[in-house]
């Protein structure tokens, strides 16, 4: 809010807390239609799950094409949003998704209605990437080179087996450390693997990071990890390749479209995740190589280009 505020972009709530956003508040969907009727808007932009929900539906009627972003390759679990997506195809002028994985799940799980799909990959600002590095060793003790996860901590990360490949990677590269910026409901659990692998001082988990401070830390690291079980297309490996920095990332990261060069692909088992970073770490020539390859793809996904192909999806819409 506060960033809005200070570039003067007014911000209308019609609801606090997650209760505003259950499926079955008729008031909330109420209150959304009106402010969309007095402010005579031109199009509307929503985002998934509760976003898209409210949004299209408010939308009917209002005779404005509707764009549906889905950020993310996760199949609903729940039955009645997946039946709700399907129905609110017919709700949608166009989807935006952020990858091609990403697409292939709206055809999969949405586009009943066939409206049509673009890719818009997610982009970053190369101007708030032009920091210096973190000294990692004075702020965390970490020395040596570092690997770094960047995320929420919960299952979906499998951070769990990033510290248990780093147990193995250390039988060949010794002087490697482990740094992960992120919290959630897995973190005692992680500290207590840590401390059964004996890597108290090899691995580190820096709970919560503001994401201003994200791209100095990625500056002092070697390698980026990213063995998740599924993702859209994370803003943080963008990050890493405005940084320079390779990555490990598992087959389901949907950012191998953009960075396979500067990329080695991994499973999400432990002794290819261990396998994949330690052939990085091992290896300056090619570690360096795929550190080039990473600045040489950067460029093409700064925000300024991403905001003139969207300029460009709106534009056609109206």
Known sequence: MPAYEEHDIPVISIGNGDQAINTHRLDTLLKLRKVLKDLDVDLVHTLHFSGDYFGRL?????????????????????????????????????????????????ERDHNVAKRPVRVLYNAVDPKKLDVAPRDLETEYGLRGKTVIGVGRVVKQKNFDRLIKAMAIVKGRVPEASLLILGDGSMMPDLKRLRSELGLERDVCLAGFVANTEIPAHLRASSILAMPSDYEGLPITHVEALFCGLPAVISEHVPSAEIAAESSLICTTEVEDIADKIALLLENDELHASMAQKALDAAPQFSMENYLTQLKAVYDDLL
């Open 58 to 106: 408010a939308a009917l009627g209002l005779g404005v094409p509707v764009v549906s972003h889905i950020r993310n390759i996760k199949s609903e679990r729940k039955a009645k949003r997946r039946v709700i997506n399907k129905l609110l195809s017919w709700c949608t002028t166009q989807y935006l998704s952020v990858s091609q994985a990403a697409a292939k799940t709206i």
